[in-house]
């Protein structure tokens, strides 16, 4: 008996899926870690402020009493301030995540691609606790391009590089210009991949990972969204040093964008 055929929609879709469960992973730790620092300093405001009733449940307040007070009120500055920093860490978070999936933004637009790229790294968050960035940032000019799309180039190759590092490592982002166009480095120290490997990796259902249907298509999807774009991405990468992916862009999008095949169907 044959097994059944899986088109490229429901693998598309497959792919999706990966993504949105990854992000939601990501999204949960990352949030995680504040909510339960919030949660415990409640407990530690609610008992405070119950010893301070105590003390002011008559109108004399002895000395000692008085200490005590001072020191609830230093405790509770302590914590005041650990929530301040908790509240901040998930408003950043948050407005990384709409940054990262932009809905008011999902059509043509003029970006920054370093937005694009700090706000998936913010949504990476805990999976990057081990790894360390090395930033060589020039300064570019706005891209014309589909944001939603280019962010989910970001997401494929920094999950990939993050994934090639279980141990840790160095990723490494380099970003330059020339004339009209623009160029983005992704490189890590991971375990590299083979050179029977490398000349397949950005073919539809590739994936080193097991036999999960349609995982494979993460770089295939990046390879058309770039190209849809009027881009090249190229690969270059030794076993056992590290890979560089390159991402080239022109600062416009060629005028025959809307009609190129796949541009509207890839991404989530």
């Known amino acids: 008996m044959s097994e059944p055929v899986v088109d490229q929609t429901d693998q598309v879709n497959q792919a999706r899926l990966a993504s949105l469960g990854m992000m939601v992973a990501g999204i949960s730790h990352e949030l995680n870690t504040p909510l339960g620092a919030i949660n415990s300093n409640h407990d530690v405001i609610e008992r405070a402020l119950n010893k301070l009733q105590v003390i002011l449940e008559d109108e004399v307040v002895t000395q000692d009493e008085l200490q005590e007070v001072r020191k609830i009120v230093r405790a509770m500055d302590g914590v005041l301030r650990t929530n301040s920093i908790a509240v901040e860490r998930m408003v950043k978070l948050v407005e990384s995540l709409r940054t990262f999936g932009r809905p008011d933004r999902a059509d043509v637009d003029r970006v920054d691609l370093h937005e694009g790229l700090e706000s998936t790294l913010a949504v990476l968050g805990f999976e990057l606790a081990a790894i360390t960035v090395d930033r060589a940032f020039a300064e570019l000019p706005l891209v014309e391009c589909y944001p939603n799309r280019i962010n989910q180039v970001f997401m494929n190759l920094l999950h990939n590089a993050v ?75 030794t076993v056992g040093e590290g890979t560089t992916f390159v991402v080239e862009l022109p600062l416009r999008l060629p005028k025959d964008h809307a009609a190129r095949e796949g541009g509207n169907d890839v991404v989530a």
């Open 163 to 237: 994934q090639a590092m279980p141990d840790g490592g160095t990723l490494k982002l380099m970003t330059s210009s020339e004339g009209d166009r623009v160029r983005l480095e992704i490189s890590d120290t991971g375990r590299g991949i083979s050179p029977e490997h490398l000349a397949e990796i950005f073919e539809p259902g590739f994936t080193t990972k097991g036999g999960r249907v349609g995982m494979g298509l993460g770089l295939a999807i990046t390879h058309q969204i770039v190209a849809h774009h009027g881009g090249d991405i190229s690969v270059s990468s």
